[in-house]
Every structure is written in C-alpha cells, then in structure tokens.
C-alpha cells in the first residue's frame, strides 16, 4: 500500500530532524547526562517536527541498547514506536479526547509500570484544546508523575496552554524550517524516489509550505501525482493556484508608466481565467515585500524565500522604485488583502485597490514640494538681480574681499516685529519714572505724572509677576476720586481683582493712600488694547501675506488664507 511522502520519510532519528537544533542538543545532552526532565512542551509552527521529535525521544529512552542518543533502529521497542502501535508510548489526540473525564482516566493509567519497556511515554497532541478543568484534574500528576512517566505535550498555541501547567513543564520552541533547507530537503527527497525537479519548481513548492516540512513535502506528493516523474515550475504553479513573477510583474509595470487601464485590464484577465482575487491580493502583498527587503539588503539576502534566479529579478524590478513608494505599495496591498476578505464585490476592491497604487506612485512628499519651491523663488529671485545689475558675468576687482552674507532687500517680518517691540517703552522704565516723581504725597495725579492709572497699574503689574491680575485691570476702567481708585471690572476677571494686590501696585507707582474698590460690570468703553490687538493682527497678517514664499506657496497649491498666528507674540 502506498505510504506519502511525509510519512515516508519521517526521520527516525536526532541526526534526521531538518532544523531545530537548539532542540536536538539540549535533548541529547539531557539523555547523556541522564538529566531527564518528567514533562516537555513542545510548541510552534504546524509541520516543524513537534510529534516527530517527540517519537524519537521515547525511541532514545526505550532502545534496548538506551537510553541513548542513537537508537539502533532494529529493536521491538524502536519499530513498533515508529508504527505507532508500542504499548508503552500512547499518543493522545486532545482535540477529541480534551475532557475531565479522559484526563482522569489518564491519571488513572499513569499509577501503572510499563508492560516491556524502561518508561511510558505519554504524548499528548494538540494540547491546547483541552479544558481547563481537564488541565487541573491532570495538573497534580503533572507535577509529580512517578519515575517512569514522561509526558509530552505538543501545540501550535503556547500561550493557551495554562501557567500552572508550563511551570512544571521544559518548553522547546521550534522554529519554522528555513527556505533554503526545505529546498535542500526535497531534492534529496526527489533523488531517492528518481524524480527530476529544477530549482524553480522545488521553490515554488518550499514556498507552498511556508516554512513547514509537512506542508511542502504534502505539496511535492500532489505535484508527483500531477506532473509525473518531471516536475516543471508552469504546471506546479497552475496546479497550487500561484501567480508567476511575470504575472506579478505586470503590477510594477503599470505603476512605472502610471497606466491605470492596465491595470483594470489586469483584473479583467484574472476574472475571466477564475483566479482567486483575494489569494491574488496576497501574492501581490508578498511580491512588495520582497521587492521592498530586496530594495533595502540586496539581492543576496537570506529573507527572500525565493530561488537565486528569482532573487535577482527582485533587485533588477526594485531598482525602478524608492524605498518610501515600495513601503507605500505594500501598506496599501496589505490593507486591499484585509478588505477583500468580507468583500461582497471582491473585484471591485480589487480594482479601486490597483488604481490606489497607481494614484500613490504620483505623489510628492511635502518636504520635496517645499525644497523644490523654495528653489524656484531663489532662482527667480537671482535672476531679477542679474536681469537688473546686468554686470554679473564682470565684478568689480576692488570688490574682491567677501564682506559678509548679503543684506536682504527687505526687512524679514521677524525683523519688523522685533524692531517694533524694541520702539515700546519697558514697563521697568517706566515705573521708575513713575515713581520718580511720585515722591510728593500730596500731588495730584496730573503732578505725579500718572495721567493713565489702567496702564500705570497694569506695567507696575507685570513688574511685580502677577500676570493674571495685570490682565483683568487691563480689561478694567480705572478712575480716581479723591483717595479712592474705583474698578469697574468684568464678571470673567473679578477672580483675579484682589485688593491687596492692587494696593502693591499702587504703592509701588505712588506714595499717596489710596481706598481701592473693584465691583462688577460691563465697562463703558470696548475692552482696551482690544482694537489696537486688532490692528496689529491685521498688520502680521499683510506682512505674512506678502512674504514672497507665502505668494508663491500660494501659487503652487492654491487655496485660501484664512488665519495668520505670530508665533513670537505670547498668548
């Protein structure tokens, strides 16, 4: 009876198992040594060995000549390990035996010695899937089994396998089986069965599998019964329903020559040859990906799972793009693969999704359209001196020494700001005039010089650091009757109007007494500094406006200016 491929070869022993030596030594010094734990977790990748290992290891503890790291292969402990049928090694299939029930009838089994051979290996598959009252009714035997029990739990889902257990458990993660090793293991796998493979088509297969043995030599018997003794990489491909790298190369074309009714046509000849969109949309993921890590490391890099041949035609197709557009196209691959899978309209997505693509390579990132329009201006700008001087080409010799970066013809609007702030008197100034002439209790205030209590008040105030309060007497009006300042304040500041504060600031610009009384109500006059806020908002905003960048920034993207800010004024 004819026996697959994947079982067929299944390795028999350590020296067999492709990969996973981080596995295979720590097992086989732990068999040397005689160190051998009572409970292994073995977790990852479906088709990487877990099983497999798993058999091998109760082959080591219970050759006749063991336990050894190399059993002889010839006893009837060995051979009936590797049919499956020892009365001593008993794999369970947790998927349909995942119950308290069945893992009290295992505790049960556990009480008895082996019938013939020197442990009883429980192998236990698929362990995620039991419960968790399974897993605690199994956990005391777990933790202390007698000698002669060992148990082995496989998954493909470590983190489901409870905390309680996993501590009282080694836990070997194997890893997915590299590409190039798959490959070297089906062609020796196609020697012994005299099958001719070329390159291409055993890649094409060791991609099928994704970094799975099982998985890939399952693709390799399929292949065989498909195509013969002679495997050809056209048929292998039409026979797993992948796309060649011409076909994906279709994509970049149309992206190159910005062609969107290629690309329509595209979809067009997949619908009608009945390919799959959506595995479409993930090989075209994938192709990004490669041609973006090909972009980046070169063609002769280990992350593209791909044959030499294949890896070249990466680099020479990645060379057309940059680095962002392809990071761009495959974030834009990945989000079409992710909408195509609840789809009702698979080839309308399909469609809107190339046409995204197409419409991405076309855009220009903004620090290039700012570099590029800041070049523009000073290209126009150079030529008007030169079209004006009309003497670039002949200097002047007396003008030889370099004096410095040119003046600009203008000033900057920073400059005219700045200049601006400079022209106001600093409230220190001006509380020291103040009080300069303040020294005279019995003045009036047209005598003291305080011609402008709001104001007066309001620089002694900033002077002092109380903001808040300098703020609400600034949007108060201030009179003087006698001995007594009245402020008439809005409801919003009267927080910030205490009298104490006010007297430091009265006291600090005159020596006089004065009674202060603040009460509630609009003022009479539009809140001061408001038109002159105004004003000066109204002149940032020409000034901005006028700034030949902002014109020209204006000319290229268009657009309306609705608000100017002048960061250098505080809020």
């Known amino acids: 009876m004819y026996q697959v491929i994947a079982r067929k070869y299944r390795p028999q022993t350590f020296a067999d198992v492709v990969n996973q030596e981080h596995v295979k030594t720590t097992l086989e010094n732990a068999i040397t040594q005689q160190r051998i734990a009572h409970g292994y977790i073995f977790s990852g990748q479906r088709g990487t060995g877990k099983t497999t290992v798993a058999r091998i290891l109760a082959r080591c503890l219970n050759c ?8 002889d292969g010839v006893c009837a402990s060995c051979l009936e390990i590797a049919q499956g049928n020892a009365p001593d090694v008993i794999e369970i299939d947790a998927a349909s035996n995942r119950g308290i029930n069945e893992m009290r009838e295992l505790r049960e089994n556990v009480r008895y010695r082996p019938v013939r051979d020197r442990y009883k290996v429980f192998i236990i598959d698929e362990a995620h899937q039991i419960t968790s009252e399974a897993f605690n009714a199994l956990l005391k035997t777990i933790e202390e089994p007698p000698a002669w029990v060992i148990f082995v739990l496989c998954t493909t889902e470590a983190h489901k396998i409870p905390a309680t257990i996993a501590s009282r458990c080694q836990h070997f993660s194997f890893r997915s089986v590299d590409f190039d090793e798959v490959v070297a293991r089906m062609d020796w796998i196609c020697k012994q069965e005299g099958i001719e493979a070329d390159a291409e088509a055993l890649a094409v297969l060791a991609q099928a599998g994704e970094g799975s043995i099982r998985d890939s030599l399952s693709a390799l018997d399929q292949a065989i019964a498909c195509c013969g003794a ?36 595209l979809v067009d000849e997949l619908e009608r040859n009945g390919h799959n969109l959506q595995h479409f949309s993930r090989e ?14 070169g063609s002769d ?35 079409l693969f992710r909408d195509l899978q609840f789809s009702l309209q698979p080839r309308f997505h399909l469609e809107i999704g190339l ?25 126009g700008r150079r030529g008007e001196v030169a079209a004006k001087t009309g003497a670039a080409a002949q200097p002047n010799p007396k003008a030889q020494i370099p004096a410095g970066p040119p003046a600009p013809a203008r000033p900057s609007p920073f400059e005219l700001d700045r200049a601006k702030k400079a022209a106001r008197p600093e409230p220190q100034s001006m509380a ?25 008040l309001h620089a002694a105030l900033v002077e002092l650091g109380m903001t808040f309060t300098a703020d609400a007497v600034e949007h108060s009006e201030v009179t003087q009757a006698g001995n007594v300042l009245q402020f008439v304040t809005p409801k919003d500041f009267m927080l910030a109007m205490r009298p104490e504060d ?70």
Not at 235 to 251: I, N, Q
């Open 502 to 571: 006010l007297s430091k600031a009265v006291q600090r610009v005159s020596a006089r007494q004065f009674k202060i009384t603040v009460t509630a109500g609009e003022t009479a006059t539009p809140k001061r500094g408001a038109a002159v806020a105004e004003q000066k908002q109204d002149e940032v905003a020409q000034r901005a406006l006028a700034n030949p960048e902002v014109q020209r920034f204006r000319e290229v993207f268009g657009g309306e200016v609705r608000t100017v800010r002048d960061l250098k004024r505080v809020e």
């Open 230 to 265: 002679k495997l050809n990489a056209a048929e292998v491909r039409a026979l797993l329903g992948t796309f060649s790298l011409d076909a994906l190369a279709g994509v970049t074309e149309a992206l190159a020559a910005y062609d969107s009714s290629r690309m329509l046509a």
């Open 432 to 456: 020291a005039s103040v009080g300069a002439t303040a020294l005279a209790p019995e003045r009036t205030p047209a005598e003291e010089g305080i011609t402008n209590w709001g104001e007066t």
């Open 301 to 335: 890099t280990r992350l593209i799972a791909a044959s030499k041949a294949e890896r070249a035609r990466f680099a020479e197709i990645s060379v057309a793009f940059s680095e962002e557009d392809l990071t761009r196209y495959l974030q834009l691959s990945l989000d």
């Open 355 to 379: 046409l995204k693509l197409v419409q991405a390579g076309k855009l220009v990132a903004i620090e290039e359209a700012l570099a590029g329009l800041k070049g523009d201006g000073e290209k």
């Open 284 to 297: 075209l993921s994938r192709y990004f990906r490669n041609l973006l890590v090909s972009r980046i490391a």
């Open 64 to 71: 006749v000549q063991g336990p050894t790291v190399t059993p």
